[in-house]
T-cell receptor, first 112, second 111 residues
């Protein structure tokens, strides 16, 4: 089945460590996105990429980094510079010609 | 970026229609109105979108005001599975594809 996968579903890390969240899609979508969601809040855009080897910062990019070396993959690294990394992270993708965004199941990151 | 305003929460009885409002007074002529919903601990899912005319699909209906400054998502017969956070967002595919989600409306369904 086509879709977006994020792994793992739950991730625990110690403060000061970098951590990379995986996002893979087999929908052949051009654009991919990373959002962060805190409890009771909406989604905030971290980074997005409209094409391979290109990406743009969203509203809260500080402390995060991404790469887009392949069309189907858009990993997000949460660096030690991110002050409050504990959150629910959502990846999404969209076909260039479609207005509909598809979301993955999310990764809940806890940093202690 | 054009913004939307939604009530924080709403309640409805099961098997009754639900009307979820959204205000977007600064909408531009090329902005599409989208609705997504998010069930607990899941990623959002697409519900419906429209530009000027009212739209219907198997999940819901979208009623767009004539001046496009507001819209209403209509769930014709709410079920307990419709309890979720509903997001109204604006997207202009002619510009940079920076899609912004607000806090949405938390819909509670009473059995």
């Amino acid at each position: 089945d086509g879709g977006i996968t994020q792994s793992p579903k739950y991730l625990f890390r110690k403060e000061g460590q970098n951590v990379t969240l995986s996002c893979e899609q087999n929908l052949n979508h051009d654009a991919m996105y990373w959002y962060r969601q805190d409890p009771g809040q909406g989604l905030r855009l971290i980074y997005y990429s409209q094409i391979v080897n290109d990406f743009q910062k969203g509203d809260i990019a500080e402390g995060y980094s991404v790469s887009r070396e392949k069309k189907e993959s858009f990993p997000l690294t949460v660096t030690s510079a991110q002050k409050n990394p504990t959150a629910f992270y959502l990846c999404a993708s969209r076909d260039f010609w479609s207005l509909e965004q598809y979301f993955g199941p999310g990764t809940r990151l806890t940093v202690t | 970026d054009a913004k939307t305003t939604q009530p924080n929460s709403m309640e409805s009885n099961e098997e009754e229609p639900v009307h979820l409002p959204c205000n977007h007074s600064t909408i531009s002529g090329t902005d599409y109105i989208h609705w997504y919903r998010q069930l607990p601990s899941q990623g959002p899912e697409y519900v419906i979108h429209g530009l000027t005319s009212n739209v219907n699909n198997r999940m819901a209906s979208l009623a767009i005001a004539e001046d496009r400054k507001s819209s209403t998502l209509i769930l014709h017969r709410a079920t307990l599975r419709d309890a979720a956070v509903y997001y109204c967002i604006l997207r202009d595919t002619g510009r940079d594809d920076k899609i912004i989600f607000g806090k949405g409306t938390r819909l509670h369904i009473l059995p």
